[in-house]
Each structure stands twice: as structure tokens, then as C-alpha cells.
């Protein structure tokens, strides 16, 4: 057995049993199968292969829908069959580790951002770097930060590349905004609500009216949470930083101050709120933006789109495509892998976002260039690092992040503690993971 093989194991075993962690472990999730490192060894395509995909490639989903993708793919490979299936949320890792140990995985992996922490470490897709893929020149034409989620912790290797890229945003109603006597335009209300304060003000002035720009006391912290990660690629901690502070103290005012609408967006109760004039601002991905015309069509030209409040750019809604590394069809998959990426390329790659666009304004939005926004956004999205510790320190986030809420303690010595907590539970595994890595972090 190779070191890294044995690190491999030994970190797995640790993930599984959590004894490092001080939290308890939910053994529904043991076993969790898939640590096939023998995977690696697995012969891939020829080059000619690759260039003349043929037969019938699956593709995993985790969402209905998802066969739009097949017009796509034919376009270019019109002899090639591509069978979607779709497989529901919970458990979707679970169910495709499972898949891997039973030698029925599909042969392309629809996989959400939020899931990556689960699969991030293990030797399971294809190394999209190598030959015959030879995809760095495709991952150059994303942003380093689009690309950093797809990047493998152990060596830098490429084992994915994106399906789509979802910016955090908020939304807002303009003509509230306007009665109450607020900033109203796009980029001048971004500059307004950098300040924590005069979200405040803002929360203040439209309660008054009978509105919210919050949905819950939480808020503030789950924007927050869209910029961050829990560790970066040195596997440092990364959320002791003073925008994670401002927030837990934004949320402290707020619910202080009972300026909370309480209502779950998702709920009868919260689309109710998108179409009366009780919801003035709210965030979510930029995936949203086709939702919401849907949800509250009576109120076309009244919502715009704008940057996060409090001077922050996120993730929300993203996700990638992969290839199992047991594929009966690396070819197809390539095939697959390769036409979507460039399909998002156009939309959200470099020289997308370096253009100007010709797209008309987007009426439901107020003839807003939506577009030139979303631009801006992808452009300033900060890295993100899945790891497989994310669920643990989640955990340990969660609990007292939510009792800092009721307390008078300085945030920063909240967080300092949290830090602390987190890295003392998971610093043998943290250490495990480090062992691994024989490339130094991309940049």
C-alpha cells in the first residue's frame, strides 16, 4: 500500500468515525462507500476515442430538468445517446459512492458546489489536467475563482469543470425603496449598504411602511457565509475575519430591533410577501432571478437586481460536471463534460465578462442590463474550497454562532473561540489532509 494510499485510508476512517471531531457522529451516514483508490488505475481513452465519441454516456442529476442538456450535447455529437437520470438531493453523494462500490456509476456527475465536501478527497473522477483531456486551456478561459471548487486538495489536479456559475445577489423593490426615501439605483444602493449601519437605517425606514429587507435575524450571516468558506486551500481557518464579526453584530441588531419579517421565502406566506409589498429586499442566487418573474409576475418592472449588501460577492447555486473515473464511456463523457463547459464559458468566462454586452435590458427587472451585472459579480467572486471537514466545523459553527446571537461577547472573541474549538476537534484530520498534498495550493 502507497503512503498516499494510506493517508487516503486513514482519513476516511477518521471522517467516518469522527473521534477527532468532539461532535457526535450520525451513524446513518456510516458506511459511507467509494474510497476506491484502485480507481486511479483505471486505463483511459485513446486520443482517438476522445475525438470521435460514439455509444450512449449516463449522466447523473440532482435536479428535474436536467435533460435540456441533451439538445446541447447532440448539437456537437449527434451520434452520441446521453441518457439523464435523475437522483433526488438527499443522500445524492451518498448514493453515488454507493453506485461507484456496486460498479453502476454514471458516467457523468451533475454535482452542486454545496455537495463537493463529501467527494473532494476521494479518488474517484478522472483527472481532467491529463491526457487525452488536456483541460487546463478549457479551465483558463473561467476565473481562477470559478475554476477553485473543481481543483483536487492533494495535488491541484482538475477533476471537473462548470455546469453553471451562480453569483449571490440581492433583490430588491425599487419603488419601496424610492417611498421611503432611500437610495434606489442599483449601484448607488450597493455603495448605501456596504455599511452595516445604514442597512439599519434602511431596515428601519421601511418597517415603518409596513416592509422587510430581512427575512430572519440570520441574514446577515448567511450572505456572509456566500463569501466563505470554512477553510482555504492551506486548509487555514477562514472564517475569523471582520466581515463574519460586522455580520453577527448586524444580526444582533436586528433582532434586537424585531426587524425580521420572519417569513420563509419559500412558504405561501413568503411568495405572498414578494407580490404585496411586505418583502423590500431579499437574497438568494442569481438562479432566482427567472423564479422570481414567476412567483410575483404582477409586479414586472418593479424588483431590481444588485450586489450583496455589507461589500460582499458570493457563491450561491453553483455547479460542475465530472467524470467517474470507472466510466464504461470516458470518451462520451468527455464529450459531455467538454460541450458544457464551453456552453457556460460563453455566459460566464473571461472574455464574456470582459465584453460589453448588446443584450436588451431586461423588462421585469425595469430594463435593468442585468446581464453587465451578472458580469460584475462572477468577476469578483472570491475562491471557495470544498473539504470533507466542512460538515463537522459546520457544526460546531452553527451552535454558537447562533448562542453569540443572545450575547453581549465581542464577536471577534466569538470567533476567535470558534476558530479555536474548530481546529483543536478536526486537527488530526486537518493533518491528515495536509500529509496528502504534494503540490503547493494554486493561487
Known amino acids: 500500500m502507497t503512503r498516499s494510499v494510506w493517508l487516503s485510508v486513514c482519513l476516511m476512517i477518521a471522517l467516518l468515525t469522527g473521534c477527532s471531531a468532539g461532535i457526535e457522529y450520525d451513524p446513518v451516514q456510516t458506511p459511507i462507500p467509494g474510497m476506491a483508490a484502485a480507481a486511479r488505475e483505471e486505463v483511459g481513452p485513446s486520443g482517438d476515442d476522445i475525438r470521435h465519441p460514439t455509444g450512449k454516456v449516463s449522466v447523473w442529476s440532482y435536479y428535474a430538468g436536467a435533460?435540456?442538456?441533451?439538445?446541447?450535447?447532440?448539437?456537437?455529437?449527434?451520434?452520441?445517446?446521453?441518457?439523464?437520470?435523475?437522483?433526488?438531493?438527499?443522500?445524492?453523494?451518498?448514493?453515488?459512492?454507493?453506485?461507484?462500490?456496486?460498479?453502476?456509476?454514471?458516467?457523468?456527475?451533475?454535482?452542486?458546489?454545496?455537495?463537493?465536501?463529501?467527494?473532494?478527497?476521494?479518488?474517484?473522477?478522472?483527472?481532467?489536467?491529463?491526457?487525452?483531456?488536456?483541460?487546463?486551456?478549457?479551465?483558463?478561459?473561467?476565473?481562477?475563482?470559478?475554476?477553485?471548487?473543481?481543483?483536487?486538495?492533494?495535488?491541484?489536479?482538475?477533476?471537473?469543470?462548470?455546469?453553471?456559475?451562480?453569483?449571490?445577489?440581492?433583490?430588491?423593490?425599487?419603488?419601496?425603496?424610492?417611498?421611503?426615501?432611500?437610495?434606489?439605483?442599483p449601484e448607488e444602493l450597493g455603495r448605501f449598504m456596504e455599511d452595516?449601519?445604514?442597512?439599519?437605517?434602511?431596515?428601519?425606514?421601511?418597517?415603518?411602511?409596513?416592509?422587510?429587507?430581512?427575512?430572519?435575524?440570520?441574514?446577515?450571516?448567511?450572505?456572509?457565509?456566500?463569501?466563505?468558506?470554512?477553510?482555504?486551500?492551506?486548509?487555514?481557518y477562514a472564517r475569523d475575519t471582520s466581515s463574519f464579526a460586522a455580520a453577527i453584530d448586524l444580526a444582533r441588531n436586528i433582532r434586537k430591533n424585531g426587524l425580521a419579517s420572519g417569513l420563509d421565502p419559500y412558504s405561501e406566506a413568503g411568495r405572498a410577501a414578494l407580490n404585496d409589498g411586505k418583502t423590500a429586499m431579499f437574497f438568494n442566487g442569481w438562479w432566482y432571478g427567472n423564479n422570481l418573474k414567476t412567483v410575483a409576475p404582477d409586479t414586472s418592472g418593479l424588483w431590481r437586481m444588485m450586489r450583496l449588501p455589507l461589500g460582499l460577492y458570493g457563491w450561491a447555486g453553483s455547479s460542475g460536471t465530472a467524470i467517474s473515473a470507472s466510466s464504461r464511456n470516458k470518451p462520451g463523457a468527455w464529450a459531455v463534460v467538454n460541450t458544457l463547459a464551453k456552453h457556460i464559458a460563453d455566459v460566464a468566462g473571461n472574455s464574456a465578462l470582459k465584453g460589453t454586452t448588446t443584450a436588451p435590458g431586461d423588462p421585469y427587472y425595469g430594463g435593468q442590463q442585468t446581464q453587465t451585472l451578472y458580469a460584475d459579480?462572477?468577476?469578483?467572486?472570491?475562491?471557495?474550497?470544498?473539504?470533507?471537514?466542512?460538515?463537522?466545523?459546520?457544526?460546531?459553527?452553527?451552535?454558537?454562532?447562533?448562542?453569540?446571537?443572545?450575547?453581549?461577547?465581542?464577536p471577534n472573541e466569538t470567533l476567535d473561540y470558534i476558530r479555536q474549538l474548530t481546529m483543536d476537534s478536526l486537527q488530526s484530520d486537518l493533518d491528515l489532509l495536509k500529509a496528502e498534498q504534494i503540490s503547493p495550493p494554486s493561487s
Open 67 to 185: 435533460e435540456w442538456i441533451v439538445p446541447v450535447i447532440q448539437a456537437e455529437y449527434p451520434d452520441l445517446k446521453v441518457e439523464v437520470i435523475t437522483v433526488p438531493w438527499d443522500n445524492y453523494e451518498e448514493n453515488y459512492l454507493t453506485a461507484i462500490d456496486h460498479g453502476n456509476a454514471p458516467d457523468v456527475l451533475l454535482v452542486d458546489n454545496n455537495m463537493l465536501g463529501k467527494l473532494v478527497s476521494l479518488n474517484i473522477f478522472e483527472d481532467l489536467s491529463a491526457a487525452p483531456y488536456n483541460g487546463e486551456p478549457l479551465a483558463r478561459r473561467f476565473t481562477a475563482s470559478t475554476i477553485s471548487p473543481f481543483r483536487s486538495l492533494t495535488d491541484n489536479r482538475l477533476f471537473a469543470l462548470p455546469l453553471d456559475v451562480g453569483p449571490g445577489v440581492a433583490y430588491y423593490r425599487r419603488d419601496l425603496f424610492l417611498k421611503a426615501g432611500l437610495p434606489a439605483d
Open 196 to 236: 452595516p449601519n445604514n442597512w439599519l437605517r434602511a431596515a428601519l425606514k421601511l418597517k415603518q411602511q409596513g416592509s422587510w429587507i430581512a427575512s430572519s435575524d440570520w441574514d446577515p450571516i448567511w450572505m456572509t457565509e456566500y463569501a466563505s468558506g470554512f477553510f482555504d486551500r492551506s486548509l487555514d
Open 377 to 410: 459579480l462572477v468577476r469578483h467572486m472570491p475562491p471557495f474550497t470544498p473539504t470533507p471537514l466542512d460538515d463537522k466545523a459546520k457544526k460546531i459553527w452553527a451552535q454558537f454562532v447562533g448562542s453569540a446571537l443572545d450575547s453581549d461577547r465581542d
